[in-house]
């Protein structure tokens, strides 16, 4: 289930100039208004998500943030207008409708460091109707989207681009297992797919909680591609988004 929420920029409270290592922030500003509408669901998702031994799902992504005119300068993104918006997206069944309209609408938070930070008001909260998914779509990346092989060690991530052989198996791994922790059922759909890259891609270096002792860099790349996998496969992408690290801000796509 997708929302767009339409944001409006309050520049004359401490500015109009937000760092680009914004996602971490902006992740636990939705951690914390779910838990204001209901702690345990929160508590559950933020503690556990859909998860085994192996592997933990927080099954939700957004986009980053979008504004008419926006102009990046160094690390920092300069809003020229005062409408914003970004995207979420919920796969679990409990994120209705009337729960993210509810909990979201009309909200205040502020996104930012010591240097600069711009505060949003919440002003519309709108549900996107899905697209009517078949076998095969063309998606454009709304944020970057990590892919990674090799330790899983977060120093020592080797992440992949898009042109690397064994790209599009990795991701339909990945959407097989948000699957299978979803459903609590292995997926039986057609395995047989077809990933195919069809614009440049670009790199993208995002700071995880920036400035502090645990900061983490992570790489992701942003790209336009074709993706012929069964249709419930799709779905699960879009609801819950490509590769990995998809609470955090990173695999929203969109249908081009």
Not at 92 to 117: C, H, M, W, Y
Not at 122 to 142: A, C, H, R, Y
Not at 169 to 191: A, C, M, S, V, W
Not at 197 to 207: A, D
Request: glycine share 6%; aromatic share 14%.
């Amino acid at each position: 289930m997708r929302f767009q929420l339409s944001l409006r920029v309050d520049s004359q409270v401490f500015g109009n100039i937000l760092p680009i290592n914004y996602q971490y922030e902006l992740s636990a500003w939705i951690y914390r208004i779910i838990a204001q509408g209901d702690r345990l669901y929160a508590e559950w998702l933020h503690q556990n998500g859909y998860s085994d031994e192996h592997r933990n799902f927080r099954l939700f992504v957004f986009s980053n943030i979008y504004s008419p005119g926006i102009m990046p300068k160094n690390d920092r993104l300069i809003f020229r207008s005062d409408k914003a918006s970004f995207y979420l997206s919920l796969l679990p069944e409990k994120s209705t409708e009337a729960f993210v309209k509810g909990i979201f609408r009309e909200q205040e938070f502020s996104l930012g460091d010591r240097v600069s930070k711009v505060r949003f008001t919440v002003q519309q909260v709108e549900l996107i109707p899905s697209p009517d998914f078949t076998n095969s779509f063309v998606f454009k990346t709304l944020s970057p989207v990590v892919v990674s092989a090799g330790q899983e060690n977060r120093l020592h991530s080797s992440y992949l681009s898009p042109d690397e052989d064994d790209y599009g198996q990795l991701i339909i791994n990945n959407l097989k297992e948000k699957y299978r922790l979803f459903y609590q059922k292995p997926f039986e759909g057609d395995t047989g797919f077809k990933f195919e890259l069809l614009s440049p891609f670009h790199s993208k270096l995002i700071r995880i909680k920036a400035g502090t002792k645990e900061e983490t860099r992570v790489r992701g790349f942003v790209f336009t591609f074709r993706l012929e996998a069964d249709r419930e496969l799709l779905k699960v992408m879009y609801e819950a988004g490509l590769g990995e690290k998809n609470a955090q801000g990173f695999g929203c796509v969109g249908v081009n």
